[in-house]
């Protein structure tokens, strides 16, 4: 998890990932850097020093799983793996040109994995191809004796794509091309749009009026599992212990803050401050109550159409330092990618060209467990764009 609170932490036993990789002949090369615990948009919150956006090194991969996607656009490894609890698969996807998929909440299990937000957190491939994509779900999805909240599959063949798109209907989210996205951004998608138009498929304005307050409904939500979760780390029985603490409560105390950065922290005690009496009606039960809404958003917008897409993130890869100082602005990066986590549906990031040297990332989302036909329009989309630049 790219922490030092866990240096040198060596895991007694294999997440099911990692088996079912392994069982199909994949090699294990390495850990990828990322955010701490994945607290963060661009890898500069790792315990071990950023990442470099292979495309400009003067800028981050975006995050958390940043070293996931640059060492996949590097053709260091032809697949990563990556969790995405608000984004930490999609927007680094979008930031390095590669496709980054995260399936329904589910689909894979978590057994062995680093929680961060329970109720969000899923993992998923970075691949430079859907098809590659659908092969990687294709090992790792399925029901986990081990992990209770795996759903069934229910014997889909993700690697059997429809990628025909003529006569789909595509819903343009009109929250996601809206003011606070770069204008560059919204054109490249847009070109996007005009060529999924020209390849036969049908395009739709789709509002989501609850959407906007995605952002604010995760920066709640997320931090309260994250500080019950995070609560493990106690240097009792794992990972670092502070040799500070003359009693236990002070090796508590001495072990959590060495051990955790800044960014922890401050989601910790946002966590802790959201959940406690006093305020729980205030933000956390309200939070909870307009992510049911922003679900049967969803749900009405997908009423009339087979799938969602927008961009993934609403600039292109930021530079060094730009958003350290102001975690707000950080967080802004995540705006497009929240939603889907809450709402549990699969969404993916395809590349769809390039501004200015740095890469754009189409968003296509689908319905709760339409994982395949997910991956079957991706590749529709794919093929329409036609590895545009
Ligand atoms: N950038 C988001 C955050 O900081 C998403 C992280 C993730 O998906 N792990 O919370």
């Known amino acids: 998890a790219a922490s030092n609170i866990l240096k040198g932490f060596n895991p007694p036993y294999s997440a099911t990932v990692i088996k079912k990789l392994e069982e199909a002949g994949a090699v294990l090369v390495a850990k990828a850097n ?98 590659d994509s659908a092969l990687v779900l294709e090992v790792i999805s399925g029901k986990d004796q081990r992990d209770p909240t795996t759903i069934d599959r229910d014997n889909v063949n993700y690697t059997d794509l429809d990628s025909d798109i003529k006569g789909r209907t595509f819903g343009v989210i009109k929250e996601y091309m809206d003011e606070g996205v770069d204008p560059k951004v919204i054109s490249k998608i847009e070109a996007a749009v005009k060529a999924i138009e020209n390849a036969g498929g049908i395009i739709k304005q789709v509002s989501l009026p609850q959407i906007k307050y995605a952002l604010a409904v995760y920066y709640i939500i997320m931090p309260a599992e994250v500080s019950s979760n995070l609560s493990r780390y106690d240097g009792v029985r794992f990972g670092y212990s502070s040799p500070d603490g003359t009693d236990l409560d002070a090796a508590y105390d001495f072990t959590r803050s060495q051990g955790f950065n800044d960014e922890v922290k401050r989601r910790i005690l946002i966590g802790a401050y959201v959940t406690s009496s006093g305020y729980a009606d205030e933000y956390y039960k309200k939070a909870q109550t307009v992510r049911t809404k922003i679900i049967n958003d969803f749900e009405a917008g997908f009423k009339d159409v087979d799938a969602l897409i927008g961009p993934t993130a609403p600039t292109t890869a930021f530079a060094f330092g730009e958003n350290t100082g102001d975690p707000l602005k950080m967080y802004l990066s995540d705006i497009m990618t929240v939603a889907a986590n809450l709402a549990g549906i699969p969404a993916i990031c395809i590349p769809a060209g390039k501004v200015d040297g740095l890469p754009v990332g189409l968003q296509v989302m689908a319905r709760q467990k339409q994982d395949r036909e997910l991956l079957g329009l991706a590749q529709g989309i794919e093929t329409a764009l036609g590895g545009e630049q």
Do not use: W
Request: glycine residues 16%; aromatic residues 6%.
């Open 34 to 131: 990322m955010d701490s615990f994945g607290h963060g948009a661009s890898t500069e919150n790792s315990d071990f020093g950023p990442t470099k956006n292979p495309h400009d090194v003067t800028r981050v991969p975006g995050g958390s799983s940043g070293g996931s996607a640059a060492a996949v656009v590097l053709g260091m490894t032809p697949f990563s793996i990556g969790t995405d609890t608000g984004g930490s698969i999609r927007q680094p996807a979008s930031f390095t040109g590669s496709v980054g998929l995260k399936p329904t909440y589910g689909l894979v299990s978590r057994f062995g994995v680093v929680a961060m937000a329970s109720s969000t957190d899923v993992i998923g491939p970075i691949t430079t191809s859907i098809e």
